[in-house]
């Protein structure tokens, strides 16, 4: 029941995605435009320490039939209502049964309510790391939210894991990476990067 409405079915995942997977700020056409860069640092990130990886862009589209078999097939009935996290991909060593999923939202100036869009998306598909991925630190551009994190960082935490935030960071070289502050060691994601690497 919503406001003494009963919502069931396909109705309740099309409620849901309306009222907790909506952009958090209307930026969104102009946040697309940084997709490219975040796929291509994501591969940089991975190939650099020499696993495979196939990553897509997909914004507003459907999450593809492949990706939904081989994470989570029972939402495959539900396609057509499922959001999308802006880019997702997987990542295997020499086993690719092993392969595990990457989700990465970008936020050109996050909030704390995008801590709960991809918190979502990380467990709605079984994720094994989700990115919160941004131009500006969270620390800057919410220190309410930074504030309360470092009060309670379970809020962080999933089922297997946990949310990191990573800067969209362009080198000297014109080169575009992820980093992360030293001044936020609760989003130290190569920590969890490491450790999934011994996994493969």
Not at 28 to 50: I, M
Not at 88 to 110: C, D, H, Q, Y
Not at 113 to 123: A, L, S, V
């Amino acid at each position: 029941m919503y406001n003494g409405a009963r919502i069931q079915g396909s109705d309740f995942l099309s409620f849901i995605r309306r009222r907790w997977f909506v952009p958090s700020n209307s930026g969104t056409k102009h946040e697309s435009r940084f997709y490219p860069a975040v796929k291509s640092a994501l591969e940089d990130l991975f190939k650099k320490r020499g696993l495979n990886c196939q990553f897509d862009i997909l914004g507003n589209c459907r999450p593809p039939k492949e990706l939904l078999k081989a994470t989570n097939p029972k939402l495959l009935r539900y396609r057509n209502v499922l959001p999308s996290p802006d880019v997702m991909g997987f990542v295997w060593g020499r086993n690719f049964s092993l392969r595990k999923l990457i989700i990465a939202e970008f936020k050109e100036t996050p909030r704390f309510r995008d801590i709960f869009q991809t918190k979502g998306y990380h467990e709605l598909f079984n994720a094994r790391l989700s990115l919160i991925v941004c131009k500006i630190p969270l620390s800057e551009s919410s220190k309410s939210a930074m504030a309360y994190l470092q009060i309670d960082p379970c809020l962080l935490k999933t089922r297997r894991t946990k949310i990191y935030c990573a800067l969209l960071n362009r080198i000297r070289e014109g080169k575009v990476v992820l980093a992360n502050l030293a001044s936020e060691p609760e989003f130290d994601f190569f920590t969890e990067i490491d450790g999934m690497e011994r996994e493969l």
